[in-house]
T-cell receptor, first 113, second 115 residues
């Protein structure tokens, strides 16, 4: 059974600082998604990582995937207040229903001035 | 292009009452998903449709939950009777195809409160 764990679950950052959110998954999966959710809003897709070693960047966010370690990271560079939100990773259910995603519990990020 | 549309956005009911949620996916998306998101948690899949066929409903509590997707477009998720533990946000998502390689687009969700 595929399980997805994120850490930390809560992250308070100062503006301008760097930090990394980690996403571990328990069984084989080569499909990893990162989503952003603002309070009271739905999920917005940030990155789709489909192969080992994939790296994608958008603005101050960079995501990477290591399928051998079953690990994805979301790196935040020089955080700004606008990045405050909850970030979810989700892995594709490789062995079972291939259309399904298993989500982590989310990392609630708060960027303070 | 319109995104995934859901209604209502909010619903407050008393326990044991029925409730229904409606979803209209992005035009051309043949795969539709219903998720439940409890407070402080990630979304959990309830049911996945490919066109009008429910291909994975293993996580749907069938004693009180039901869903349909007539004509393979709009979908309705129903709870009867609702229990206190059903309070959550119900998210609908759609994708172009069934594989998890295909990006899922989420609707705004329906926040259900059961009193």
């Amino acid at each position: 059974e595929l399980k997805v764990e994120q850490n930390p679950l809560f992250l308070s950052m100062q503006e301008g600082k760097n930090y990394t959110i980690y996403c571990n998954y328990s069984t084989t999966s080569d499909r990893l998604y990162w989503y952003r959710q603002d309070p009271g809003k739905s999920l917005e897709s940030l990155f789709v990582l489909l192969s080992n070693g994939a790296v994608k960047q958008e603005g101050r966010l960079m995501a990477s995937l290591d399928t051998k370690a079953r690990l994805s990271t979301l790196h935040i560079t020089a955080a700004v207040h606008d990045l405050s939100a909850t970030y979810f990773c989700a892995a594709g259910n490789y062995g079972g229903s291939q259309g399904n995603l298993i989500f982590g519990k989310g990392t609630k990020l708060s960027v303070k001035p | 292009e319109a995104g995934v549309v859901q209604s209502p956005r909010y619903k407050i009911i008393e326990k044991k009452q029925p409730v229904a949620f409606w979803c209209n996916p992005i035009s051309g998306h043949n795969t539709l998903y219903w998720y439940r998101q409890n407070l402080g948690q990630g979304p959990e899949l309830l049911i996945r449709y490919e066109n009008e066929e429910a291909v994975d409903d293993s996580q749907l509590p069938k004693d009180r939950f039901s869903a349909e997707r007539l004509k393979g477009v709009d979908s309705t998720l129903k709870i009867q009777p609702a229990e206190l533990g059903d309070s959550a946000v119900y998210l609908c998502a759609s994708s172009w195809g069934p594989s998890s390689y295909n990006e899922q687009f989420f609707g705004p969700g329906t926040r259900l409160t059961v009193l």
